[in-house]
């Protein structure tokens, strides 16, 4: 079946543009997580979804980031405010059912503050 | 407390050689631990996994050791291949929800 998908594969913006990135899990999945990776660097946890909600939110770095997941399926990741800092590699996670369920990533979004 | 270390940064191997990363963790709260490859332009991919009960974990090629009271656990791959050349993480987390993970190794086999 398909794997987790991830749209845009690229995205380009200035500092201080809106930017949403789309996850499309596994079809079934009730677990959705979003990861950030910097060159070089393993990916760092940001927020985790069981369901509609968000279970755990603690890896958010600040308020200009948001996540929702109002189906319980697709999840858009919001960045408000981009810094040039913010560049990195979006990567996207869905499980059957959380806990030590197998994550399946999808292939990331490559975001660029200009 | 949430720091997962990971060593080497980077290693190179010869074809059929056993390639070993070493990984060390603070928080004795973790009890899942798994390990990820990842190939350039792709998201990283669960390779195998351990729980703290378990000193030692085999998946084909791949096996996990893991001490419990050394707060520290490795990968070995026996009999490495040109196709094992990628990003190897280790990982760990509480319940296998929210995963801290290594800064990597990059893996170069020889052929």
């Known amino acids: 079946g398909a794997g987790v998908s991830q749209t845009p594969s690229n995205k380009v913006t200035e500092k201080g543009k809106y930017v949403e990135l789309r996850c499309d899990p596994i079809?079934?999945?009730?677990?959705l997580y979003w990861y950030r990776q910097s060159l070089g660097q393993g990916p760092e946890f940001l927020i985790y979804?069981?369901?509609?909600?968000?279970?755990?939110d603690s890896g958010l770095p600040n308020d200009r980031f948001f996540a929702v997941r109002p189906e319980g399926s697709v999840s858009t990741l919001k960045i408000q405010r981009t810094e040039r800092g913010d560049s990195a590699v979006y990567l996207c996670?869905?499980?059957?059912?959380?806990?030590?369920?197998?994550?399946?990533f999808g292939p990331g979004t490559r975001l660029t503050v200009l | 407390q949430q720091q997962v270390k990971q060593s080497p940064q980077s290693l190179i191997v010869q074809k059929g050689g056993i390639s070993i990363i070493n990984c060390a963790y603070e928080n004795t709260a973790f009890d899942y631990f798994p390990w990820y490859q990842q190939f350039p332009g792709k998201g990283p991919a669960l390779l195998i996994a351990?729980?703290?009960?378990?000193s030692e974990k085999k998946e084909g090629r791949f096996t996990i050791s893991f001490n419990k009271s050394a707060k520290q656990f490795s990968l070995h791959i026996m009999d490495s291949q040109p196709g094992d050349s990628a990003t190897y993480f280790c990982a760990a987390s509480k319940g296998g929800f929210k995963t801290i993970f290594g800064a990597g190794t990059r893996l170069f086999v020889k052929a």
């Open positions: 996670a869905s499980s059957a059912g959380g806990g030590s369920d197998t994550q399946y």
């Open positions: 979804f069981q369901g509609t909600g968000a279970a755990d």
């Open positions: 351990i729980r703290p009960d378990v």
């Open positions: 079809s079934g999945h009730t677990a």
